[in-house]
């Protein structure tokens, strides 16, 4: 019998790929990374559910505790990206460092297994030709989940199982219920789980980052109004900024340097290109010359058309987009598909790389 950890958060997705994985023969072990730090957050309510339902699979369950990895990797990521004006994307950084690699160090090194699987919607797919694992977008797009799942190595996604790729997560539920799952009503997570834990991640942040007075300006440089940190502001920010102008206005860079934030019109707020840094190429080799592709600068964001330019060195890209894109936001995933496959993705820089940037300081620029 094929062993096989499942990772557990004591949600629907992934108690429904334990059980089916269960139901199809697999003997499963099933396991939750302990992640925050703090009384009642976060893992503590999934670890219960998690606990109940391996009880009534009548599987081992294993915690983690992983608080220390997830403080180095995760909360210090973020706390000093918000500092330094850009806006990291958590969780495929926690992903790889956090979640599937240590998954797989412990099931291989603690347990003697040598799969791991998540709830996660997306699929792989062997290619013999190329003897790559290709990364491909969710059956259901509307929960697709593959931008998050960028950043995997060739080895990590070569013992891992995405159970919930090939099914709608309506399917899902029906599943979940069939099997009885307590988990099958549960309601979904609606965002990053540290903001769920902390309310907003303004709230999260500010328990390491003091508030700072600064300057909200044009991109000429005139004084519009304060702010009262940069941390609170991401690019392509429209509610909240708290002045009133006859045009609306968008957060177009962030200034740590001159601890202020620029803002201008939406033809500001809009770029024809941007660098892409750390980048992992996952279902094909790196290409030496240029590539179309098809772009998401964020998570929810359509895929839009683009010329992936490698650069010198191999760990990064250029992005020239077909069409002007607006809210390019350093920090974020850009994530290049072709059609269903997932190329390769990596992170947006800030704007020193980006023509027409130059309101940013001498010293921001050079950074
Ligand atoms: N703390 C954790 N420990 C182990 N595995 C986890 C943990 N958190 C998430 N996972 C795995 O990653 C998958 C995707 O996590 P995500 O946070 O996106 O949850 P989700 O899509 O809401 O899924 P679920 O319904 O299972 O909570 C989960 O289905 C689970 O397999």
Not at 208 to 213: A, L, S
Request: aromatic content about 8%.
């Amino acid at each position: 019998m094929t062993r096989i950890v499942v990772g557990l958060s004591g949600g629907v997705d992934s108690s429904t790929a334990a059980a089916t994985l269960h139901h199809q023969g697999y003997e499963v072990v099933g396991l939750t990374l302990w992640l925050m730090k703090g009384k009642g957050q976060c893992c503590s309510e999934g670890m219960v559910d998690a606990a109940a339902l391996c009880e009534q699979l009548g599987i081992p369950y294993h915690v983690v505790d992983s608080r220390e990895l997830f403080e180095k990797n995760i909360i210090n990521y973020l706390v000093s990206g918000y500092s330094s004006g850009v806006t990291p994307l958590p969780c495929s950084q926690c992903n790889k460092a956090v979640k599937f690699g240590p998954m797989l160090k412990y099931a291989q090194e603690e347990l003697g297994i040598d799969r791991i699987a998540t709830g996660h919607y997306a699929r792989i797919e062997y290619n013999g030709e190329t003897g790559r694992y290709q990364l491909l977008r969710a059956v259901d797009h509307n929960k697709d989940q593959s931008y998050f799942l960028y950043d995997l190595t060739q080895d990590l996604l070569a013992h891992c199982l995405f159970p919930l790729g090939n099914i709608p997560k309506t399917e899902t539920r029906k599943i979940a219920a069939e099997f009885g799952l307590s988990t099958a009503d549960k309601p979904e997570s609606q965002d990053l789980c540290l903001i769920e834990a902390h309310g907003s991640m303004q709230n999260f942040l500010e328990q390491y980052i003091e508030r700072q007075k600064g300057q909200i300006v044009d991109t000429q440089g005139n004084v519009l109004g304060e702010h009262e940190g940069i941390h609170r502001y991401t690019i392509g920010q429209r509610r909240g900024i708290g002045l009133a102008a006859p045009e609306p206005l968008y957060v177009v860079a962030l200034d740590p340097i001159k601890n202020q934030v620029i803002v201008g019109d939406r033809t500001v707020a809009t770029q024809e290109e941007c660098t892409v840094k750390q980048i992992n190429w996952v279902s094909m080799e790196p290409p030496s010359s240029p590539i179309r592709a098809e772009v998401q600068i964020r998570y929810r964001t359509p895929p839009v058309p683009v010329t992936v330019i490698p650069l010198e060195g191999g760990d990064r890209v250029k992005l020239v987009f077909d069409e002007r894109q607006f809210g390019v936001t350093p920090g974020q995933a850009a994530v290049w598909y072709n059609g269903e496959i997932l190329l390769g993705g990596g992170i947006i820089e800030p704007a020193k790389a980006n023509a027409g940037k130059d309101f940013l300081s001498g010293d921001t620029l050079a950074k």
